[in-house]
């Protein structure tokens, strides 16, 4: 009959589960290092102003829920709860610090704004924008009828939705 080949008594080719774990390892490094690198100045500031444009809306429809007026400060460097709000509302996101490169731009010659939304919704109206890195980014703007809106650079109006996280 045929004669059979027989393989040498050495170790079949291929990888190792040690190898494998290695390699599983390092990618999972990798994609955790880029998904956890620091936003984008722009990102960040579009972010910013998307989070600032719920706050003053959580602001508004807490004012009218309660029943008692409520506000917020707002500095070239951050926001935070007016005259009143502490009482109100104790969301620690409702006062932040912009990160590097991000600066609220108020109308010339203010320090500060304060946006006082009443018990029927209304509101003291005030627009400014966000400076992301030097250049202009994105628009809120507050009506007196107490509607917040929040624009692109390009003057259009943005996606209420979450921020993209791409």
């Known amino acids: ?76 460097d951050g926001y935070g709860a007016g005259e009143g709000l502490e009482a109100g509302l104790s969301d620690s996101n409702l006062s932040r610090r912009l990160p590097a490169g991000c600066r609220i731009v108020l109308p010339e010659g203010e320090e500060t704004a304060r946006i006082v939304f009443s018990p029927q919704g209304f509101a003291t109206p005030a627009e400014f924008y966000f400076s992301c890195n030097g250049r202009s980014g994105p628009q809120i703007s507050v009506d007196p009828g107490g509607g917040v809106e929040l624009s692109t650079a390009e003057g259009e109006p943005a996606s209420m939705a979450a921020p993209n996280q791409n």
């Open 1 to 76: 009959m045929g004669e059979v080949t027989r393989r040498p008594a050495g170790r079949c080719r291929g990888f190792t589960l040690v190898e494998v774990l290695v390699v599983l390892l390092v990618v999972t490094i990798l994609l955790g290092y880029i998904s956890l690198k620091p936003l984008s100045g722009d990102r960040a500031c579009r972010e910013e102003a998307w989070r600032m444009s719920r706050a003053l809306e959580l602001i508004r429809d807490e004012a009218v829920i309660g029943f008692h007026p409520l506000a917020m400060e707002v500095r070239p």
